[in-house]
């Protein structure tokens, strides 16, 4: 049995269009009938991203005495920055989203033809 990325399918067109023709074919896109579900994606793509780029900048921290430190703050930091990085994309983000969401309908609109 094996297990199936969800993620598996993105961007397989845009990718088949670069290789060019390979011994596999992958799996074509699915088109989404729901604009807002492409807009969701980029914008937890966004989130992600910010996170992952805050995450040096805390790990760079020093944090001790009486209230800090330990294998606890070192496990919920990274969930902290995580949601950091949500909510400055929800704030409007780096305008990442923007351009993700565009690159995401346009290669469900080239799957389609």
């Known amino acids: 049995m094996t297990a199936t990325n969800p993620l598996s399918s993105f961007g397989t067109a845009a990718l ?3 290789t060019g023709p390979s011994q596999r074919s ?3 896109l699915r088109p989404t009938s729901d604009p807002a579900a492409a807009d969701r994606a980029a914008r937890e793509f966004e989130g992600m991203m910010i996170g992952q780029m805050l995450q040096p ?4 921290l020093k944090t001790g ?3 800090g430190g330990g294998h606890a703050e070192e496990t919920f930091r990274d969930l902290l920055v995580d949601e950091y990085g949500k909510k400055v994309a929800e ?3 780096l305008g990442i989203a923007a351009m993700v969401r565009r690159e995401i309908l346009k290669a469900q609109e080239a799957a389609r033809s």
């Open 91 to 93: 704030a409007g983000g």
């Open 57 to 60: 900048m805390f790990k760079s």
């Open 65 to 67: 005495g009486m209230f």
């Open 26 to 28: 992958l799996p074509a």
């Open 16 to 18: 088949n269009a670069a």
